[in-house]
């Protein structure tokens, strides 16, 4: 917590897709965006870079997705990783791994899925020991 800066989630939304459209293809975007409709393809943030990324209840995506806060209320098709925030919401249904670093889940959301903690901090401090095969 002391020294580790934690990104913050974007409080406006730069881009949407809206209800009725549909993406065909991989979809890199940053700051804030909200999926109303259909991506068939990745949904990648631009890395290093504060990102959030709102799925509403009609919202479908297909694909991977890697963003920093993730909110998601649709249904998703493939592995989710959000590096800080991830909250699914009680219509969400992701189907692949989820990777996340701080988790929230209401009351009815599915995950057909593994749930997998990503501790940023405790992976920075692991030490390779070398073992000793010598005699």
Known sequence: MFGKKHSKPQSRIDSLIGAGTTIEGNLNFSGGMRIDGQVNGN??????????????????????????HLVINGTTSGPVS???????????????????????????????GRLIHSNATAQDKVVAFKLNSGE
């Open 43 to 68: 949904v990648i943030a631009t890395p290093g870079k504060p990102s959030t990324l709102v799925l509403s209840e009609n919202a479908r995506v297909t694909g991977e997705i890697n963003v920093t």
């Open 82 to 112: 959000a590096s800080e925030y991830l909250e699914l919401q009680s219509k969400a249904r992701v189907n692949g791994d989820v990777h996340y670093k701080t988790l929230e889940i209401q009351l009815g959301a599915i995950v057909e």
